[in-house]
C-alpha cells in the first residue's frame, strides 16, 4: 500500500497526516488537545472518549476530502504515536473506570488529607529498585506512582481489571479485543521490567500493595502491528502505538545514524546510545529500534518558556504595551547569550529534571533590567541545562548529536550556542512532515 494515515496524539494538539509514499503529503487535520475534566488537587483528568471521538473525526474528514479529491486510493494502516505516562483502568472489556490520567497529574506529591506525607514520599524506600528494574527514576507523574496514590485513597474499582495506556485504549476502543503494547509506551508507565522487556509483577504488586490483579496489553517489538480497528466505517491495520519523544527522536535520526540527539518540545529530553551504569545520573529508555540508550528526560523546555511568555507579555499588556516576548526571543544573537549571565533556574513544574520544593527562580540586578538583557539571560540558563545533561550522559566534546523539536523554530541560535559550550558538532533536523513525531513513524512504515 502506497498510503498511510499517520497520527500524533499530543498534550496540546492531536495531528494526522495522509501521506503517499511517491508524492508525499497529500492532506493533514489538527484538531485541539484534551481539556482536563478534573485538576484540582493536583490531578490532571481527562475524559477517554475524547481521544476516541477527535481521532474518529479526524480521520472521516480526511477520508471525506481524499474521496471528494477522487486524490487515490485509500490507506488500509494507521501509524500513531501518544504522549508518554499516561493510563486508564477499565474492565475486562476494555470499558473504562477511570479517567486517563496523563503525566501532568501530581496527585501523588501532594500532601493528604490531615497533614499525611504524599505517596511520593511515602515510595521513595523502593525508588533504588524501581531505578533498577524500569530505568527511570522516580517522579510526580508516573502511573506506577499514580497507581499507588489511588491505591492509598482507595479510589481503585473492585471490577478494574486492566491498566491501559492510550494506544491500548484506542485499539480496545476501535474493537481490537488483543491490542499489544510497544515498548517505549509500556516503558514509561513504572510497571515494565526494562532488563527483561516484560511487564513486572514485582513492580504492580508494589504499588498496590498486592491488592489488585490488574493485568497489562501483549508486549510486541517496535514496528509490529498492534491490531486491527474499525474507525469512520474503514478497517484499519494499526501499528505504532509509540511513546512521542522516542517517537521524535527516532525521526531525528537518532540510533543508527546519530550517536547523540536533543529533542526539544513542550518538554525536552537528551539521549545518548550507551549502556547503563551503577548509580548513573541518567536514566535508561528503550528506543524505537528496539535498543535501549541513556536518556535524561524532563528537562524545562517550550512549556516553561511559554509559562514566562505570558507572564512578560502580560506586564505588558497591563500597561496597553504590546507582547513582545517571543518576537524578541528569535531575534537573540548567539553572540550576546554566550556573554549573558544565566540568571534563570526553570525548574518551575514538580516532576522537571532537577526540580526542588522552592521551585524555579528569576534573579534580577540592576545592570540587568533591560528586557534583551533577562531574555538574553533566560536563554543562557535554558540551553546549560542541555550542556549539563550531555556531559552527565558521557557525551562531549568531538562527538555530534542532532537536535530536533519544535522549539527549534522559535530558539534559532540554540545549536551555535550549545555548540560552543560543549565543543560538539550540532546538526539541526528539518523533517519533510515538519514534524519529528511524524518523520519517526514514516521511518518505521517505510522500514517495515
Known amino acids: 500500500m502506497n498510503r498511510v494515515l499517520l497520527a500524533d496524539f499530543g498534550s496540546t494538539r492531536i495531528k494526522l497526516l495522509l501521506w503517499d509514499r511517491c508524492t508525499g503529503l497529500v492532506d493533514r487535520e489538527e484538531r485541539p488537545g484534551a481539556v482536563p475534566i478534573r485538576s484540582d488537587g493536583g490531578r490532571f483528568e481527562t475524559s477517554p472518549e475524547f481521544y476516541w471521538r477527535t481521532l474518529?473525526?479526524?480521520?472521516?474528514e480526511l477520508f471525506r476530502r481524499s474521496a471528494a479529491h477522487a486524490s487515490g486510493s485509500e490507506p488500509d494502516s494507521l501509524w500513531f504515536c501518544t504522549e508518554m505516562h499516561g493510563f486508564l483502568l477499565a474492565d475486562r472489556h476494555g470499558s473504562p473506570l477511570s479517567p486517563y490520567i496523563g503525566w501532568q497529574d501530581q496527585r501523588a506529591a501532594r500532601t493528604a488529607c490531615g497533614g499525611e506525607r504524599s505517596t511520593l514520599d511515602?515510595?521513595?524506600?523502593?525508588?533504588q529498585n524501581f531505578r533498577a528494574l524500569t530505568g527511570m527514576r522516580l517522579r510526580p507523574g508516573l502511573p506506577w506512582l499514580n497507581l499507588a496514590d489511588m491505591v492509598r485513597r482507595g479510589e481503585v474499582p473492585e471490577t478494574a481489571e486492566r491498566i491501559l495506556t492510550l494506544p491500548d485504549w484506542?485499539?480496545?476502543?476501535?474493537?481490537?479485543?488483543a491490542p499489544k503494547s510497544d515498548p517505549t509506551m509500556a516503558a514509561g508507565t513504572g510497571f515494565y521490567d526494562l532488563t527483561r522487556g516484560t511487564w513486572s509483577r514485582e513492580l504492580l504488586d508494589e504499588a498496590s500493595s498486592a491488592r489488585t490483579n490488574c493485568i497489562f496489553t501483549e508486549?510486541?517489538?517496535?514496528?509490529t502491528m498492534l491490531g486491527v480497528i474499525r474507525i469512520a466505517g474503514r478497517t484499519l491495520k494499526t501499528y505504532g502505538g509509540t511513546g512521542d519523544m522516542l517517537t521524535a527522536l527516532h525521526g531525528a535520526g537518532f540510533g543508527s545514524e546519530r550517536r547523540a540527539a536533543i529533542n526539544l518540545g513542550t518538554g525536552s529530553q537528551t539521549a545518548y546510545m550507551g549502556n547503563d551504569e551503577p548509580d548513573a545520573p541518567f536514566e535508561m529508555r528503550p528506543t524505537c529500534e528496539n535498543t535501549l540508550c541513556r536518556a535524561i528526560t524532563h528537562i524545562p523546555g517550550g512549556k516553561v518558556l511559554a509559562m514566562l511568555a505570558t507572564m512578560f507579555d502580560g506586564f505588558a499588556r497591563q500597561g496597553n504595551g504590546t507582547p513582545f516576548f517571543w518576537n524578541l526571543w528569535k531575534s537573540l544573537a548567539p553572540e550576546e547569550i554566550l556573554q549573558a549571565v544565566p540568571i534563570a533556574d526553570l525548574n518551575m513544574f514538580e516532576g522537571a529534571w532537577r526540580y526542588r520544593e522552592?521551585?524555579?527562580?528569576?534573579?534580577i540586578r540592576n545592570e540587568w533590567l533591560s528586557p534583551r538583557a533577562i531574555l538574553a539571560g533566560i536563554a543562557k540558563s535554558w540551553i546549560e541545562q542541555y550542556a549539563?545533561?550531555?556531559?552527565?550522559?558521557?557525551?562531549?566534546?568531538g562527538e555530534k548529536a542532532v537536535v530536533s523539536g519544535g522549539m527549534t523554530r522559535h530558539s534559532p541560535f540554540f545549536a551555535e550556542v550549545l555548540s560552543t559550550l560543549t565543543g560538539m558538532t550540532l546538526f539541526t533536523n528539518m523533517p519533510a512532515t515538519q514534524e519529528d513525531t511524524f518523520e519517526g513513524l514514516l521511518r518505521l512504515w517505510k522500514n517495515k
Open 358 to 363: 522552592e521551585g524555579g527562580r528569576i534573579k
Open 122 to 127: 511515602l515510595m521513595r524506600p523502593a525508588e
Open 388 to 397: 549539563d545533561a550531555l556531559r552527565l550522559m558521557g557525551c562531549g566534546r
Open 56 to 60: 474518529e473525526s479526524a480521520v472521516g
Open 170 to 177: 484506542i485499539l480496545m476502543r476501535g474493537g481490537c479485543t
Open 219 to 223: 508486549i510486541a517489538p517496535t514496528g
